[in-house]
């Protein structure tokens, strides 16, 4: 089953490369956190004491370290001598220091000879990169010194830069660069550089920073110092502690020994001294806990060793909590009365060690809380203290109160920088602060907008800063604040002048520059949001506290698997608080974790069976969740695939037990399995259950090594990888042919115990725990039993026996239809409160996996297959993908959908592949959507979290796609791909749909949607490919042509702008079509379309400036006799429709008022009234308007000034105007008089209601849409005056548009139209989805002809309502299309319904369809006859009766 590991573990298809981490130049301690508790086991040291010689001699484990036990078990350590992470250099001839993959695939290669007495040291440079302008830019480190020294003997061509640094030119040999640098200086011990590409101005850097080169101590020099002993027991020891206390032989024992003088000596001759070394390795703390130990020991006889040993059981006994320093020296003097009490009652020290191995001691927990029969209480760990720049933070917050800015605290190696910005008193200040004990200095500047550097005026400079070109360098400087008892290094910066939008900088230490990963530093002025928590419950932003607290724990969440689980666990409470975007930064940090860009163990040892308990806990908190808040379900339900099952007990520490049987019963005890062994005794991970697929497929394929590596590689792990665990895999598998039926037996039972602890969507392992498991076997899950979960559906286990068993097969219809009906039968449990649902869930998302895989197994038999095949496959996913969502109402809709689908193609349908292509964009629409959520849920805190924690840039940006990508809508989506042209080729639909046939020529522009560009001018002929358009788009200046795959309406405001615009208009339904007009971006094309194609042509040599003239002739804008002329307040504040006139109203209300009584009865005409023009005017300049008005005459100005962000303030304000009590009585009277509801009837609010809705008609004036198109054709905007045309709104079961002349074709023999499900809105707004369309003959008007049913998803309903529509005088000028640019607005929100078209009457109903659709062409044939021209008419249909609700002249 290799084929389906990355599946059955971890998604594991993204990688984290190794790279070097470049440290501060200070020591920092290696030490995990709680090291007191990382002895060794207990079985380990007591059985040592009892069986064997303790491995540690006295030289590990002497007097002076026995009074060790009051090592400080919390976050921090003292300060220790540990390797730094540089490239190390051993004391043989010439060594390897480092080994760096550098960006582009080119790799770096250093290697230090090492000095013999009188000789020089050699550093070797070697390059995978050729050029001749390559430079060496470098310098030395002497004794303790961070500056750079510049050494005398330099390689040839060297020069001086700067008095800073060296350049060295590289060699050159083929494709690779070399230089070899030799140091006589023996006070030198490092050397530090980068590597410059001067001609191309490219650095290689290491990860940022310097390559650091340690050079080895020269003999001579260490032969004339010496350390006391005491201090190489205390370093030997903390190596092997360091190393995880492993068993060491004699010869290894010594070595450690030897190393640890070694590397005390040269420290000793880098200039540390004796003194030093001491207090580094036992500081003052430690000094007095030693001597109060070793006199507490001489007293009550308790060896140290037993104290330390029973510390450990009470802190695994209480959960393994970070304890503070107090609550760790409270914890070993509890341990320590324990074992006291024991010895006081008789007890000798030999039953003592032995009471301890069994776990007999009585243990009672400090702090724990008492337990509560329905959640696990853990120990209270008390707040961690605040840092220095912590600290400081605070106390500046304190003295600002809400002026701040800007806050951020940057991770720099082991210490931090503080950025505080804030603005007292209309000044901005800027405060630096870091615990850097080196001096540092600031390189900093100014910014006026993002991204650029400009020279600070003098004014804003502190005391002592140095002016350079574009930029100053500002000294930080000792301070502290009052009451504070520490130092910090600071600079405050205080800008008077307004116009600085933010400050750039870089930091600068011992001739190193630091920066933000590679970056700048950036300090934003602008005010930092404030929302809590619960504001991003929208779905916009992200749990930002949440996930800057992930961050802070990270560095502890690395040491393994046990302690991430825990801190996810103790997290939850918060991210539960913090709403949905809180489980979003959960999921965001697990999958992380799962793809391998988190590292999984960093130096810390810890058993299976505490990774499993660790996981038990965690799940059962997101078990509750799912329970309590049905809201998050499904994010928990991602979350708890990505984390594994987990399990109390034995369920982990089987792993460490089994692999020894494994061992034994196959005499396999060497090489890779002994490798393997360490390293899951060391720290089990999912990629365990990839190496024993490995190991499987290897013997299976005759032992082929080859096929090891392919399971390997396949599912991401790679030989550095393996390599990089804490107990490296440095050996391939070499097996003996007789051991093969024993290897695949013990394997295989392995693999279901490695699956049952760290996979939670295996399905074997997921069967297992819910129908009960109990096993007698040969050594593996021994002893196990598992009990059944109760109450399951009758007939459910015989059903999964049936899935277990068929699993495997390749035709995969029967295991499709029973795992999907597993899944039926369980959903009713998921949603009871059920001690097992945990073990339910796993389960189900093992079922919903296992669908996945069969549906990829089975795309072979879809090859040759026909349409209804490939629909029951598409239905099969689609309710896979239903199952596993919580807002599922549209897939269940579509599900239904596709049923029809299938029952319309069997009973050989006319149009039975036209209505499976309206499910397929429907069910595409659903996916988009779907993604859409993911995108705006998930993307946000992965960009922040991904930022945070520094993961590869490239894994944040396909964050989203690969969350998509790991669920069933992928595969969803590959099969809807297959089935598409399928259908189109069935339904004779072809690859085009033109919406505007308009011949052209122009120059390829791709783009990904239209609305990002409308607002641009083009200056050439352009035509725009856009991926995305919604429909309520404007076309922008210089465009000939918009070509996407998008399905906009063809009467959406876009569409119709197009046609009256003579822009050419197309949708492209292929996208190898698609690709290759992408492919001529650029270039000029020639489009020539008809009714149902688009011919296309690249335009070469003479015909580009014919092409380009003709488009000129046909570019050269509006008319210039189009103009607006200004309407007067004609003395009325309302009409009836009996008194409009071209002087009172725009062309939307006379064409209505045209209608009354001269249609036939049948069809309704919507009784109206109007406020005519003027009547806003005149409002504003009322007394009780003044305000307003004086207001909007300033916002007019700055608009005037171009800036346009004066329309949304316009619009603001417009809506805050006052009725004049003429205006209300007025309307009031004339909808009564005309048989309307009067709002105010029905209470005061619902006349605000309505005026409201008035006012945001008129604002629509302002709308950026339609100032710009009025701008464009040099229209007087101020001239331009709004009518309000008053409608009661029919609840419609149906809305329609008619084009009276088919647009597509320009046949005017023929009326094309479109049918939505409720109002109108969906059909001319931006709404997805297609509606029902329809072309009818006007001489056969009793024969429409279906040309697409619809897709769209929702529909709007309303209560008895009124509406307010638009009704300007610039919305039918000839030779401008003003119509659709202002807003109509109904006096109550719609209601969104999702709709299911399967029992609709207009898709089913064969009769009532061609009842419908006939009734609302002959409409549309009776108007354009009163008119005497082609038009557009929208209307709606209730009960079966039409009404027109308006009709203008088609363009």
């Not at 008007?1341 to 529509?1365: A, E, N, Q, T």
Request: charged share 25%.
């Amino acid at each position: 089953m290799s084929n389906s590991i990355g599946r059955d573990v971890l998604h594991q298809s993204l990688l984290c490369s190794t790279v070097f981490e470049h440290q501060s130049k200070r020591h920092s301690s290696g030490i995990p956190a709680n090291s007191l508790f990382q002895a060794v086991s207990i079985n380990q040291l007591a059985g040592a004491s009892a069986a064997r010689k303790s491995p540690l001699s006295t030289k590990f484990y002497g007097t002076s370290l026995n009074a060790r036990p009051k090592m400080a078990m919390g976050r921090h350590r003292p300060v220790l001598i540990t390797p730094r992470a540089v490239l190390a250099v051993d004391s043989a001839s010439e060594q390897l220091a480092g080994k760096f993959n550098l960006e582009g695939n080119v790799e770096l290669q250093v290697t230090v000879g090492a000095p013999t007495p009188g000789s020089l040291t050699q550093v070797n440079i070697e390059i995978s990169y050729s050029s001749n302008s390559l430079l060496l830019h470098w310098g030395a480190i002497r004794d303790k010194k961070e500056k750079w020294v510049l050494p005398s003997r330099q390689p040839d061509g060297t020069k001086n830069y700067k008095n800073r640094a060296l350049r060295t030119p590289f060699v050159s040999s083929a494709s690779k660069s070399f230089i070899k640098i030799e140091i006589d200086d023996p006070a030198i011990v490092a050397v530090e550089f980068l590597i410059l590409d001067e001609a191309l101005n490219k650095w290689f850097k290491n990860n940022g920073a310097n390559f650091h080169v340690k050079l080895p101590i020269r003999e001579e020099l260490i032969q004339n110092v010496s350390v006391p002993e005491d201090l190489v027991q205390t370093q030997a020891y903390l190596r092997w502690e360091r190393k995880g206390k492993q068993i060491y032989t004699p010869e290894q024992e010594k070595e450690e020994y030897e190393a640890a003088r070694t590397e005390l000596l040269e420290e000793i001759v880098r200039g540390t001294s004796v003194e030093d070394l001491r207090a580094k390795l036992t500081n003052k703390n430690d000094r007095q806990e030693i001597k109060e130990s070793s006199s507490h020991g001489t007293k009550n006889a308790i060896p140290d060793d037993l104290v330390q040993i029973q510390s450990y059981i009470r802190w695994e006994r209480a959960g393994k909590p970070n304890y503070s320093a107090d609550q760790q020296l409270r914890e070993f003097e509890e341990a320590r009365k324990e074992l006291q009490s024991e010895l006081e009652k008789g007890i000798s020290l030999d039953e003592i060690r032995k009471k301890i191995t069994k776990g007999e001691i009585q243990t009672k927990i400090l702090n724990k809380h008492v337990a509560e029969p329905t959640e696990k209480k853990y120990i209270s760990v008390e707040p961690k203290a605040l840092t220095p720049v912590e600290l400081f933070v605070k106390a500046t917050e304190e003295q600002e109160g809400d002026s701040i800015l800007n806050k951020k605290i940057y991770k720099l190696a082991d210490k931090e920088l503080l950025v505080l910005a804030h603005k007292p008193g209309g000044k901005t200040k800027i405060h630096l602060v870091t615990d850097f004990k080196e001096p540092l200095i600031l390189h900093w500047a100014l910014s006026k907008k993002a991204g650029e550097w400009l020279a600070p005026p003098p004014s804003v400079m502190p005391a002592g800063s140095v002016s350079l070109s574009g930029a100053v360098e500002t000294k930080f400087t000792t301070s502290s604040l009052a009451d504070l008892p520490y130092q910090v290094q600071s600079i405050e910066i205080e800008i008077e002048e307004e116009g600085y939008v933010g400050m750039p900088f870089v930091l600068q230490s011992g001739g190193n520059w630091i920066k933000n990963k590679g970056s700048d530093f950036y300090v934003d002025f602008s005010y930092e949001s404030k929302q809590v928590q619960q504001d991003f419950g929208d779905g916009k932003g992200t749990a930002k506290a949440l996930l800057e607290k992930i961050a802070g724990l990270e560095i502890e969440a690395q040491k393994s698997f046990m302690h991430r689980f825990n801190i996810a666990a103790d997290l939850i409470q918060e991210a539960k608080e913090a709403g949905e975007l809180g489980f979003a930064g959960i999921l965001v940090w697990m999958r992380f974790m799962a793809t391998r860009q988190l590292i999984w163990n960093k130096n810390y040892n810890v058993k299976p069976r505490e990774i499993s308990k660790a996981q038990d806990r965690l799940t059962d908190l997101l078990q509750n969740v799912y329970i309590s808040n049905p809201e998050y379900r499904e994010i928990v339900r991602m979350i708890l695939s990505t984390v594994g099952r987990g399990g109390e007990g034995d369920v982990g520490q089987r792993i460490r037990d089994e692999i020894l049987v494994i061992q034994r019963n196959n005499n396999c005890k060497g090489g890779m399995m002994e490798e393997w062994h360490q390293k899951l005794h060391n720290n089990t991970s999912p990629d365990d259950v990839i190496i024993c697929q490995a190991l499987i497929d290897y013997i299976k394929s005759d032992f082929d090594i080859s096929a090891y590596w392919k399971t390997l590689n396949d599912n991401g792990i790679t030989k550095q990888r393996l390599l990089s665990y804490d107990r490296a895999i440095h050996s391939e598998p070499n097996f003996r042919r007789d051991q093969k039926d024993g290897l695949l037996r013990d394997l295989g039972n392995y693999m279901r115990t490695l699956k049952a602890v760290h996979s939670g969507a295996d399905l074997e392992s997921a069967i297992t725990n819910c129908l009960g498991y109990r096993s007698e076997g040969q050594g593996f899950m021994v002893g196990v039993q598992i009990n059944p979960i109760p109450n399951l559906p009758s007939g459910f286990p015989e059903l999964l026996q049936f899935v277990s068993e068929h699993v495997e097969d390749r035709n995969v219809e029967a295991l499709l239809e029973g795992l999907l009906e597993a899944r039926q039968e369980i959903r009713p449990l998921l949603f009871k409160h059920n001690d097992r649902l945990k073990d339910l869930l796993f389960l189900d998302i093992a079922l919903e996996s296992s669908v996945r895989t069969a549906i990829e197994r089975g795309y072979e038999e879809l090859n040759e297959a026909g349409p209804e095949k490939i629909m029951y496959f598409v239905s099969l996913i689609l309710e896979n993908l239903a199952l596993s969502s919580d807002d599922n109402e549209d897939l269940i809709y579509c599900l239904k959908g596709w049923s029809n689908a299938l029952s319309t193609s069997k009973s050989k349908s006319d149009n039975w592949a036209l209505f499976a292509k309206s499910v397929l964009d429907r069910t595409r629409l659903a996916l988009a959507s779907k993604a859409d959520w993911y995108q705006k849920v998930l993307q946000p805190s992965a960009e922040y979290l991904g930022t945070l924690l520094s993961v590869d840039k490239w894994a944040v940006d396909i964050f989203t796609e690969e969350m998509i990508r790991a669920g069933s809508a992928a595969a969803l989506s590959l099969l809807l791909n297959r089935l598409d042209p399928v259908l189109r080729k069935t339904a004779s639909l072809g690859s085009w749909q033109v919406i505007s046939p308009v011949e052209v020529f122009g120059y390829v522009a791709v783009v990904d949607e239209l609305l990002a560009v409308q607002d641009k001018s083009y200056d050439r002929p352009t035509i725009l490919l856009a991926r995305r358009v919604k429909g309520e788009e404007e076309i922008p200046d210089g465009t000939v042509a918009v070509l996407t795959a998008d399905m906009p309406d063809v009467l959406s405001h876009v569409s119709v702008r197009a046609r009256n615009c003579k822009v050419c208009f197309a949708t492209c339904f292929d996208p190898n079509i698609l690709a290759d007009l992408q492919s001529n971006e650029g270039k000029m094309l020639h489009l020539k379309p008809t009714s149902a194609d688009i011919a296309y042509s690249v335009v070469e040599g003479s015909e580009l400036q014919d092409s380009s003239s003709a488009n000129l002739k046909e570019e050269d804008g509006p008319s210039s006799s189009v103009a607006l002329v200004k309407k007067q307040f004609a003395g009325r504040y309302a009409i009836t429709s009996d008194e409009f006139t071209g002087e009172l109203v725009g062309a939307k209300s006379r064409n209505i008022a045209y209608l009354k009584g001269k249609v036939p009865s049948w069809i309704g005409i919507p009784t109206s009234v109007a406020l005519p023009f003027g009547v806003f005017e005149k409002v504003l300049s009322d007394d009780i308007n003044q305000a307003v008005a004086e207001k909007l005459q300033i916002l007019k100005q700055k608009l005037g000034e171009e800036d346009h962000s004066a329309l949304r303030e316009i619009r603001e304000t417009v809506l805050q105007m006052k009725a004049p009590n003429q205006l209300v009585q007025e309307l009031k009277t004339e909808m009564k008089s005309s048989g309307m509801p009067w709002p105010g009837d029905e209470g005061e609010q619902r006349w605000e209601q309505a005026w409201m809705a008035i006012k945001k008609v008129w604002a629509s004036k302002w709308n950026e849409r339609a100032f710009f198109s009025t701008r464009r054709v040099k229209l007087d905007h101020e001239y331009l005056c709004m009518a309000v045309l008053v409608q009661e709104i029919i609840n419609a079961d149906y809305a329609f548009v008619i084009h009276t002349t088919n647009p597509s074709s320009g046949d005017s023999s023929e009326i094309y139209a479109e049918v939505v499900k409720g109002l109108g809105e969906t059909l001319v707004g931006a709404y997805p989805g297609r509606a029902l369309s329809f072309v009818c003959k006007k001489n056969d008007l009793k024969s429409p002809r279906v040309l697409g049913y619809p897709s769209k998803p929702i529909g709007l309903f309303i209560r008895r309502s009124i509406i307010f529509r638009s009704d300007s005088n610039g919305e039918d000028l000839e030779g401008y299309a003003g119509a659709g640019l202002y807003d109509s607005v109904p006096m109550d929100e719609a209601e969104k319904v999702v709709l299911d078209y399967s029992s609709d009457h207009l898709i089913a109903d064969g009769h009532f369809q061609q009842s419908i659709l006939s009734s609302i062409a002959r409409a549309g044939c009776e108007i354009e006859e009163l008119f005497g021209s082609a038009q557009d008419i929208e209307g709606v249909v209730r009960d079966g009766k039409i009404y027109v609700v308006q009709t203008r002249p088609q363009m």
